[in-house]
Nanobody, 123 residues
C-alpha cells in the first residue's frame, strides 16, 4: 500500500504560478511511476503529467512548456510546477501512483490516488 498526501493549490490569477506537491509513504519501493491528473467540472479526468521511476516524463499537449513534473526520490515526493496558468487550468488536481506490475506495464494504469487539491485560475 502507498499513501499519498497532496499540498499546494488554491486561487491564483491568470498568468501566475502554483506548485503542487505529493508526498508518499508506505511501500514506496514498489512505485513505477507517479503522475498528476486533473478534473474540471463536467469534464473527464485527464492525465496532466507523469514521471517514471527512471525519470522519463510525459505531458498533456495543453500543458507542454508551462508545467513541469519532477520528483525527489529521497523524500518520495513528486511535484508539479505550473506556470503561465490559464482559467482553463482550473480543476481539482489529483496525485497518482502506479506500482510495478502488469497494470502499469500493459495499461499504464495507476493504483493509488490522492484526495485532490483545488486549483482555481481567475481571468
Amino acid at each position: 500500500q502507498v499513501q499519498l498526501v497532496e499540498s499546494g493549490g488554491g486561487l491564483v490569477q491568470g498568468g501566475g504560478s502554483v506548485r503542487l506537491a505529493c508526498a508518499t509513504s508506505g511501500s514506496t519501493f514498489s512505485i513505477a511511476a507517479m503522475g498528476w491528473y486533473r478534473q474540471a467540472p463536467g469534464k473527464q479526468r485527464e492525465l496532466v503529467a507523469s514521471i517514471t521511476d527512471g525519470g522519463s516524463t510525459n505531458y498533456a499537449d495543453s500543458v507542454k512548456g508551462r508545467f513541469t513534473i519532477s520528483r525527489d526520490n529521497a523524500k518520495n515526493t513528486v511535484f508539479l510546477q505550473m506556470n503561465s496558468l490559464k482559467p482553463e487550468d482550473t480543476a481539482v488536481y489529483y496525485c497518482a501512483v502506479a506500482a510495478y506490475g502488469n497494470k502499469w506495464t500493459l495499461f499504464h494504469q495507476y493504483d493509488y490516488w490522492g484526495q485532490g487539491t483545488q486549483v482555481t485560475v481567475s481571468s
